[in-house]
C-alpha cells in the first residue's frame, strides 16, 4: 500500500469513527465457525471461532480445523498468562472488522467473509509492510500447521509410514522408579580419618 491510500484510508476510517460507525465495525458479531468438542482452556469462544477459520484456510483440504484449534487451545493453556492474552489480542485484532476496513478495504470480520476474502486477508497479512502483521500471519500459520502435523493421523496423507518397531528401540525406564525410591548409596570414606 503505498503512502496516499494509506493516507486516504485513514481519513476515511477518520471519518467513519466521526459518524460512530467505528464502533459497531470493532463489534460486529463473530460468525460461529464450529463447536468446541470440550471446554476451552484458554482461548474465548469468539478467538476459538476465529482460529477455526484460519485454520479452515490454512490447513491441508479435508483436515478437521475445529480439532486443530481445540488442540492449540490446550497447548495455550500451558502458556504463561500474558501469552495467552497476547495471542487472544492477535485473534480479535484478525477478525476485527474496524482494521480490516483501514487496511484492506472489508467492513465484515474476518469469520464472515467468503472463503476466497479470507484467503486474499491472509494473503495481505503474509505481505503486509506491518511487522506486527507478517508476523501475527506467521505465528496463527505455523501454530495450526504444527498442531496438525504433530497428530500421527496426518502422516499417511504425506506418504510418510514410519516403521512399525519405531518403539520398540525407546527405553523403557518406567520400571526403574523415582529417584527417591532408589536404594541410597553406601557413605564414602574419609580420606586422613582422626
Not at 80 to 108: C, I, T, W, Y
Not at 158 to 186: I, V, W
Amino acid at each position: 500500500m503505498d503512502r496516499r491510500t494509506f493516507i486516504k484510508r485513514g481519513l476515511v476510517g477518520g471519518a467513519i469513527l466521526l459518524l460512530g460507525g467505528g464502533a459497531g465495525l470493532a463489534l460486529a458479531p463473530t460468525k460461529e465457525q464450529a463447536t468446541p468438542a470440550g471446554p476451552l482452556l484458554a482461548l474465548e469462544p469468539r478467538g476459538f471461532q476465529v482460529l477455526v477459520a484460519v485454520a479452515k484456510r490454512v490447513l491441508p483440504a479435508g483436515a478437521d480445523a475445529a480439532s486443530v484449534a481445540q488442540q492449540v487451545d490446550s497447548l495455550l493453556s500451558r502458556a504463561a498468562p500474558e501469552s495467552q492474552k497476547d495471542f487472544g489480542r492477535l485473534l480479535m485484532l484478525f477478525e476485527n472488522a474496524l482494521p480490516g476496513l483501514l487496511f484492506d478495504g472489508h467492513v465484515l470480520p474476518f469469520t464472515r467473509l467468503s472463503p476466497e476474502s479470507q484467503d486474499a486477508v491472509l494473503l495481505r497479512w503474509r505481505d503486509s509492510k506491518l511487522t506486527l502483521r507478517r508476523t501475527g500471519y506467521q505465528a496463527l500459520r505455523r501454530i495450526c500447521l504444527a498442531v496438525f502435523y504433530a497428530d500421527e493421523a496426518s502422516w499417511p496423507a504425506l506418504g510418510y509410514h514410519p516403521p512399525s518397531d519405531l518403539n520398540k528401540m525407546a527405553y523403557d525406564d518406567s520400571k526403574l522408579g523415582t529417584p527417591d525410591a532408589l536404594p541410597a548409596a553406601a557413605p564414602e570414606a574419609k580420606d586422613g580419618g582422626p
